[in-house]
C-alpha cells in the first residue's frame, strides 16, 4: 500500500473517531456528515448499528462540557501536531536537540532543558486557558484522544 493512501486512511479514521466521539457527546452533525460523504466504513458497521439500535447510549451527563462535543477530538489532534516540535526536541528526534543547542549557547544542558520543559508547560496553560479548562482536563482530553486512536475501531 503506497504511503499516501496509509495518510488518506489515517486521517479518514481520525475524522471517524472525532465524529463517533462527537456523537458521544450529543451532536450527531458530524457523524451524520461522515456517513453522508463517506460511508460507513465495514469495520464501523456495528458500532453504527448500536448507534442506530439505540443500544449504544450518547454521555448525557458530559453534555455540560465546556468544550463544543464536535471540537474535542480535533482540538486534541491539533494541539498533539503543534506539541510534537517540542516533544521531538526534548526526545532527541531533532537536528539540533536541546543538547546541542546547550552547547552552542554556552549552557548547561539541564537548563536548556528545564526550558525547554517550562516552554511546554507554559503552552499547556495557554491552551486550557484559550478554551476555558484546566490543563488537567486538556491533559486528559489529549488522553482520551490517544487511547481512541489506539484503539480503532473498537470505539
Same mark, same amino acid.
Given at each position: 500500500?503506497?504511503? &499516501? !493512501? =496509509?495518510? =488518506? +486512511?489515517e486521517n479518514t479514521s481520525r475524522s471517524w473517531v472525532a465524529a463517533i466521539d462527537s456523537w458521544d457527546y450529543c451532536d450527531p452533525k458530524p457523524l451524520s456528515l461522515m456517513i453522508q460523504k463517506h460511508g460507513v466504513p465495514s469495520e464501523l458497521n456495528q458500532l453504527v448499528a448500536a448507534i442506530i439500535s439505540g443500544d449504544r447510549k450518547q454521555k448525557t451527563k458530559a453534555n455540560s462540557s465546556k468544550i463544543d462535543a464536535n471540537q474535542r477530538m480535533m482540538?486534541? +489532534?491539533?494541539? &498533539?501536531? =503543534? !506539541?510534537q516540535v517540542p516533544e521531538s526536541v526534548l526526545a532527541k528526534r531533532t537536528a539540533p536537540n536541546y543538547e546541542e543547542v546547550a552547547d552552542k549557547n554556552g549552557e548547561e544542558i539541564k537548563d536548556e532543558l528545564i526550558d525547554y520543559r517550562g516552554s511546554q508547560r507554559r503552552y499547556d496553560e495557554k491552551v486550557a486557558k484559550m478554551l476555558g479548562v484546566s490543563p488537567r482536563t486538556l491533559k486528559s482530553l489529549i488522553s482520551e484522544y490517544r487511547e481512541k486512536i489506539k484503539n480503532y475501531p473498537n470505539l
Open positions: 500500500m503506497s504511503e &499516501l !493512501r =496509509i495518510k =488518506i +486512511e482540538i486534541a +489532534e491539533t494541539y &498533539l501536531s =503543534i !506539541r
